[in-house]
């Protein structure tokens, strides 16, 4: 078994997850929970970004150098939030949003009805269905995580992107000012698992306490930087947002 595998073995049992699904890999309990999750994905986000999460979204969204008439690819769209942005704001695009969730996309797809210029797909970030050198920029964001193997996610994302293109992606950080720790500690482990068993998660997996938990195998930024650079992008850079709470990575396709 390796690093990745034993991490997510230990992150079921941590968090629980088998105790509400049944499946016989990482990928079978990861695509429960978020189908399941689907509902209530949004407001969960606003929830445990305190609503903020649409604007930094936007600010990292402006790292990005996207060309005139791109062909943009978001993986784990989940409720597709950032690829509706891109295709409202550049009208011009075409934008493909992926996720391994029927539920989210199904989701996705109801919300951008208004658009004619984004495509939804239900596949899984380790496989995609699309040729080498596809997309002008491939995005994810709080997606590499759930992968089976991060660094595979990274491959294929690149492999999908034309040279010169961009690779980003966006997730926790790892914040570094003492007191900021301190107060994001107790918020993620003490009261943010407590407020999603009481009015989130009634009854069911508390998607609260996998944040906290998932982010701890989660690579440090500097670590996500050297991965990048060793996967055929260049120039790569990190940018940290909300203390450091979020992280972006972006780099050019060499
Ligand atoms: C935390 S959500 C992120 C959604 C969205 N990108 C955002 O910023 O709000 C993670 C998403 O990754 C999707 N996902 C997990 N594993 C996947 C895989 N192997 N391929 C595609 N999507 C996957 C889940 O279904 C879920 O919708």
């Known amino acids: 078994m390796n690093i990745a595998d034993a991490n997510k073995k230990k992150l079921i049992k941590k968090t629980g997850l088998d105790k509400y699904y049944k499946a016989s890999s990482w990928a079978g309990y990861n695509k429960q929970m978020f189908d399941k999750l689907a509902p209530k994905y949004d407001a969960g986000n606003v929830l445990h970004s305190f609503g903020t999460k649409w604007m930094y979204d936007r600010k990292a969204m402006e790292k990005i150098p996207f060309p005139p008439q791109a062909t943009i690819l978001d993986l784990c769209t989940g409720s597709g939030d950032i690829a509706i942005y891109l295709a409202e704001k550049y009208p011009d695009s075409k ?3 992926l996720d391994v969730s029927k539920e989210m996309i199904k989701l996705a797809r109801k919300k951008a009805t208004h658009l004619n210029n984004i495509e939804f797909v239900e596949g899984d970030a380790l496989a995609l ?3 080498n050198e596809t997309f002008d920029v491939v995005i994810i964001s709080y997606g590499l995580r759930n992968l089976t193997n991060i660094e595979e996610g990274i491959k294929e994302m690149v492999r999908v992107t034309k040279r010169n293109g961009f690779v980003s992606s966006i997730d926790q950080g790892k914040p570094q000012n003492l007191f900021f720790k301190f107060i994001y500690k107790v918020y993620f482990y003490n009261i943010a698992p407590v407020i999603g068993k009481i009015i989130f998660h009634m009854g069911e997996y508390n998607t609260f306490r996998y944040l906290p938990e998932s982010n701890k ?9 050297l991965l990048f650079s060793k996967n055929e992008l260049k120039n790569v850079q990190n940018f940290d947002y909300f203390v450091g709470a979020i992280a972006q990575q972006v780099g050019q396709k060499i």
């Open 129 to 131: 269905p699309f040729k």
């Open 95 to 97: 934008v493909v949003a």
């Open 217 to 225: 195998y989660f690579p440090h930024p500097k670590d996500l930087v």
